[in-house]
């Protein structure tokens, strides 16, 4: 996924998903504008605090690392628009709000589709409309929150 968006150093980069924090890393070392939104609190909690304390014992990179607790499908208002978003859960659909943050010229990568056969998509923002591509089959863990996956999926 991170290979497919291209990132270039000093890009602004959306992730929704952060979970363990491996992806964000990741990104970090690529650009130095990394924004990542995690729906479960104790776990964003947990990973910020795994990246304060990389920070303290002298990895600067984790600085461009900035975490927020909340809904990832409506994405990161205040900061956007973003040079490329990341999804790295699965949804049924490409969540408007992402699409509306994402620069012209822009590029998303996304797994859509239902619960138990999606797509890695990839949209590239064009005159303000999307152009998507498959890249291959997934699986991903649900998108949850009030327009994910329904419970039980």
């Not at 964000?24 to 990542?36: E, R």
């Not at 909340?70 to 978003?85: L, T």
């Not at 012209?104 to 998507?132: D, F, N």
């Amino acid at each position: 996924m991170t290979s497919s968006i291209a990132v270039q150093f000093g890009e602004k980069v959306l992730e929704i998903g952060t979970g363990s924090g491996y992806q964000s890393a990741y990104l970090s070392n690529l650009t130095d504008k990394v924004w990542t939104i995690e729906i479960i609190k104790p776990l964003a909690e947990r990973t910020r605090k795994v990246y304060d304390g990389l920070i303290a014992r002298g990895y600067s990179e984790y600085k461009a690392i900035t975490t927020k607790q909340g809904d990832g499908y409506y994405g990161w208002e205040e900061v956007a628009p973003f040079d490329k978003i990341i999804v790295t859960c699965g949804i049924d659909h490409v969540p408007p709000p992402l699409l509306q943050q994402l620069k012209g010229g822009g590029v998303m990568v996304i797994p859509v589709g239902p619960a138990h056969a999606q797509e890695l998509q990839l949209v590239r923002k064009q005159a303000g409309q999307p152009v998507v591509a498959t890249l291959e089959g997934c699986r991903f863990v649900p998108l949850i929150g009030s327009e994910g996956y329904p419970s039980g999926w």
